[in-house]
């Protein structure tokens, strides 16, 4: 099971950070990845963490957003930094029981997330 959580309302130019905790999961050999999706739009992989220590950010994320696991917390994070409006959708966080999650999500793809939280909404006011 996955809850989310940070979600908000911030100006352009502000931060947030989502995190993700995970129960009932073995941080064996994982993804956790962070997806979202925004009003008419196809829900996109935003960035992901892997057992690997493999890091994945979307281009549109790249530089201004970092993902990090703590372990010992079961949680992963996502800092959002200098947010501009589309950024704003509903974040999702999802793990996968292979770290070839990751690489699937680099390349589009979502089936190898079995596993989804119930998302936290993100509002990036202009």
């Known amino acids: 099971q996955l809850q989310a959580s940070g979600g908000g309302l911030v100006q352009t130019g502000g931060s947030l950070r989502l995190s993700c905790e995970a129960s009932g999961f073995t941080f064996d050999d994982y993804a956790i990845g962070w997806f979202r999706q925004a009003p008419g739009k196809e829900r996109e992989g935003v960035s992901c963490?892997?057992?690997?220590?493999?890091?994945y950010y979307s281009d549109s994320v790249k530089g201004r957003f970092t993902i990090s696991a703590d372990i010992a917390r079961n949680t992963v994070y996502l800092e959002m930094n200098s947010l501009k409006p589309e950024d704003t959708a509903i974040y999702y966080c999802a793990a996968s029981t292979t770290s070839f999650g990751l690489h699937t999500m680099s390349i589009g793809l979502r089936g190898y997330f079995g596993s989804w939280g119930q998302g936290t909404l993100v509002t990036v006011s202009s």
């Open positions: 963490v892997n057992s690997a220590g493999n890091t």
